[in-house]
């Protein structure tokens, strides 16, 4: 098992809607959760990030995380071509203090 | 407030030859993570350095290597390069628990 799982995708939505991206991660006394944007050939954005069970808005995004499930995931509102990139979730694991990323989701926002 | 700073931007080594990549943290970050981003395996984590010392390291053998100055500026080296070290090499600042922020990163290649 993956320490750290997302759907490659692509994952297509039209502009103007919600696309909702998922991550899982196996280590349970991971402690803060992160959302990286990372366009062809750049290196990656902090979007968001989140520490506690519940929801976290900030401006079109918002990031949910559900600890006992060790589900986080992120809705981006009103979707743009521009979104259009690899989201990459990243959790801090409880030791060592380093970020354990997933492969990444392919979003392709279609005008 | 200027972000984290790689360079160089670009370096192409041959077999065998030995790289040095530097990274200047964000002002007042203490801490310096160093990651390879390889064609189809994502982000994976090298090393940590905070206040001078080596702190964590990921599963890389042991000619990656580095070390963190006085300034908190860090340097990565790679010694007998091989065909596989071609990658993004990526270099991310906080301070404490905050969030990772990341440079544009070093694209190595390997002839």
């Known amino acids: ?111 | 407030e200027a972000g984290v700073t790689q360079s160089p931007t670009h370096l192409i080594k041959t077999r065998g030859q030995q790289a040095t990549l530097r990274c200047s943290p964000i002002s007042g970050h203490t801490s310096v993570y160093w990651y390879q981003q390889a064609l189809g395996l994502g982000l994976q984590f090298l090393l940590w350095y905070d206040e001078g010392e080596e702190r964590n390291r990921g599963n890389f053998p042991p000619r990656f290597s580095g070390r963190q100055f006085p300034n908190y500026s860090s340097e990565l080296n790679v010694n007998a390069l091989e065909l596989e070290d071609s990658a993004l090499y990526l270099c991310a600042s906080t301070l404490g628990a905050l969030p990772q922020h990341f440079g544009d990163g070093t694209r190595l290649s390997i002839l």
């Open chain 1, 1 to 111: 098992q993956k320490e750290v799982e997302q759907n490659s995708g692509p994952l297509s939505v039209p502009e103007g809607a919600i696309a909702s991206l998922n991550c899982t991660y196996s280590d349970r006394g991971s402690q803060s959760f992160f959302w990286y944007r990372q366009y062809s050939g750049k290196s990656p954005e902090l979007i968001m990030f989140i520490y506690s069970n519940g929801d976290k808005e900030d401006g079109r995004f918002t990031a949910q995380l559900n600890k006992a499930s060790q589900y986080v995931s992120l809705l981006i509102r009103d979707s743009q071509p521009s979104d259009s990139a690899t989201y990459l979730c990243a959790v801090n694991q409880e030791y060592g203090n380093k970020l354990v990323f997933g492969a990444g989701t392919i979003l392709r926002v279609k005008s």
